[in-house]
């Protein structure tokens, strides 16, 4: 490579400054550009002595760094990259590398990677995630692009991600959109998890449990199978106290959710391959119902239901939620996987679902020591066609499956809402029928509409339609 720096960073919000630090600090000399030069000059003077060069334009940027460039865009997803873009691609060069390292819909990126390159230009949809903390110490990195590409951003982003038994939480992902679609279920997932998590919190709330005796609950599942980043942070969401009452700050929150978009995106995903997202889906779903609280509030004025605390034994509800919440938790990402199958081979990306798994497990907000299990499943049976196939899965499942009813049930019985429980129990109960009544599904549509049906004494493949008799109104 050509003398100046090594790596350029546009976009100076706080992802994209902890991204520089953490990059700096690995040994590399970083060009920074924002669009507002006083943020450029104020990050620069804030860290002296640092291998960082602050510039003021465009073909200023551009003109600091080594050949060929490495350029990471770290705007908001959307219009501002396209916008910085259209500003940047004339001052490249052919094998230049631009890098969209926000929350990009992969098919935006498909057509920015396919313009540019048009142009010569490498163009890499690389999901980050871990927050600002993975950001500066080490997130999980889902690169895509051109495989050409990879070889010059592996030392920086090996340098960067987490590590987990040695290994960093970073790999090619695929082309094209590939690293920007692994992102996109990643997050889908992380609704399903996050949505799980609430409800076995509104489970134990019902039963009396104070918001310090949740904490030292959730505190011991992080000691255990559930161990992960989301159960460890509602450990001690749980146990903060607002400073001013002293009173715990959750219960202060106002409960109206909101959401970035790439929960939604995985919906119209699974819907356009046919794959069933159920759990993703009721949490996307109960987000959207937690934003309507006005009305939630006048609608709790006159619609009945079961009333007061749930009255049952507490040690063995703490089990059972904590079965529920392993179960569903399964369940959501072997949807999550079974969609990223599907598309993989629908776009011939050839996703390595144990390694991305594998880089899962450190730095991403989703990180989990379960996540060990699923590269292990993946590891001995490459071709696998669902995760509920693993042994270690199915046995599992089939332990715990009567904890998860149990507390479907209870939840029901006591009107307390469980949507994605209840959406993780029907996939389930759906996947291990073997007849579903579907029959009668395809006798209303041939009745109505012609449309025709199998039979299950004829062979596969052979269509029948029946007279039906006519309906007199």
């Known amino acids: 490579m050509s003398e100046g720096s090594d790596y350029g960073l546009i976009g100076l919000a706080v992802m994209g400054q902890n991204l520089v630090l953490n990059i700096e600090s ?50 908001k997803a959307g219009a501002p990259v396209d916008a910085v873009l259209e500003q940047l691609v004339p001052l490249l060069e052919p094998g230049d590398i631009v890098i969209d390292g926000g929350n990009s819909l992969y098919s935006d990126t ?10 010569g230009l490498r163009f890499v949809g690389a999901g980050i995630s871990g927050g600002e903390e993975g950001a500066r110490k080490g997130p999980s990195i889902m690169p895509g692009g051109p495989a050409s590409s990879w070889e010059l951003l592996r030392p920086v982003f090996e340098s960067i991600a987490a ?73 001690k969401a749980l146990a903060q106290k607002d400073e001013a009452t002293g009173v715990p700050l ?43 609280k006005a009305q939630r509030v006048a609608a709790s004025r006159v619609l009945q239901g079961p009333q007061g605390p749930l009255r049952v034994d507490r040690a063995a509800l703490v089990a059972q939620v904590h079965d529920a919440l392993y179960a569903s938790k399964v369940i959501s990402y ?18 390595d679902l144990g390694g991305i798994a594998s880089i899962w497990r450190g730095g991403c907000i989703i990180r989990a020591r379960f996540l ?31 904890h998860w009813r149990a507390v479907v049930a209870l939840a029901v019985t006591h009107g307390i809402p469980v949507p994605a429980f209840g959406a993780s129990l029907a996939y389930y109960d759906s996947l291990r029928s073997a007849r579903l009544p579907a029959n009668l599904l395809q006798a209303q549509r041939d009745f109505f509409g012609a449309h025709g049906y199998e039979r299950v004494d004829r062979p596969a493949g052979e269509v029948f339609h029946t007279r039906w008799p006519e309906v007199i109104d």
């Not at 082309?175 to 998890?193: F, L, W």
């Not at 039963?207 to 159960?231: H, K, P, T």
């Open 163 to 235: 590590r987990v038994d040695g290994q960093p939480c970073v790999m090619h992902i695929g082309p094209g959109g590939a690293g920007h679609y692994v992102k996109m279920v990643h997050n889908g997932i992380e609704y399903g998890d996050m949505q799980l998590i609430c409800e076995a919190y509104a489970l134990l709330q019902a039963a009396g449990f104070s918001a310090d005796e949740m904490a030292a609950v959730f505190d011991e599942w992080n000691r255990g199978e559930l161990q992960s980043y989301l159960i460890q942070i509602t450990a």
């Open 372 to 402: 060990n299990r699923i590269t292990e499943a993946w590891a001995a049976d490459p071709a696998l066609p669902h995760l509920t196939a693993a042994p270690f899965f199915r046995e599992l499942l089939n332990r715990i499956q009567a």
């Open 110 to 119: 498909e057509r920015r990677d396919a313009a540019l390159a048009a142009r």
């Open 26 to 75: 690995r040994g590399f000399r970083v060009s920074v550009y924002n669009r507002t030069a006083e943020v450029t000059d104020a990050f620069v003077a804030a860290h002296p002595g640092k291998r960082l060069v602050g510039t003021h334009s465009l073909p200023e940027f551009v003109a600091s760094l080594a050949r060929p460039r490495r350029i990471q865009l770290m705007v």
């Open 250 to 292: 959750v219960e202060l929150i106002l409960d109206k959710a909101g959401q970035k978009g790439t929960g939604q995106w995985t919906l119209v995903n699974a819907a356009e391959n046919a794959v069933v997202v159920s759990t993703i889906n009721a949490a996307v779903e109960a987000r959207v119902l937690s934003s309507q």
């Open 334 to 351: 072997a949807q999550g996987l079974d969609l990223m199958r599907t598309m993989s081979e629908k776009k011939g990306w050839a996703l």
